[in-house]
């Protein structure tokens, strides 16, 4: 069983930045892509917007993220980043990591972080 603690997020003015922090458990960290995913609203389906490889070579950013995120991650400590920069309203959300693998994330999910960016 793989857990999954987000933090890293908040309550921020539109045009500032943050950085997500991923932490996972067990001994498969560094053997996996990790997905970043987000939920707009309760109900609503998560929806990936952000992965990186094993080894960090293989990187996709949802249109909405390109030209202004970062992904990072350290395998030794099994923590993954997401850096926004230039939040928008529009990027107000639960974000969620989870390992990204063909059939989709498969562990559970974790509490996620809230991140609300005001106009």
């Known amino acids: 069983q793989v857990q999954f603690v987000e933090s890293g997020g908040g309550l921020v003015q539109a045009g500032q930045s943050l950085t997500l922090s991923c932490a996972a458990s067990g001994s498969t960290f560094s053997l996996n892509t990790i997905g970043w995913y987000r939920q707009e609203a309760p109900g609503k389906q998560r929806e990936l917007v952000a992965s990186m490889s094993s080894g960090g070579y293989y990187m996709y950013y949802a249109d909405f993220l390109k030209g202004r995120s970062f992904l990072s991650r350290d395998n030794a400590k099994n923590r993954a980043y997401l850096r926004i920069d230039t939040l928008k309203p529009e990027d107000t959300a639960v974000y969620y990591c989870?390992?990204?693998?063909?059939?989709?994330?498969?562990?559970?999910w974790g509490q996620g972080t809230q991140v609300t960016v005001s106009s």
């Open positions: 989870n390992f990204k693998t063909s059939d989709g994330p498969r562990w559970p």
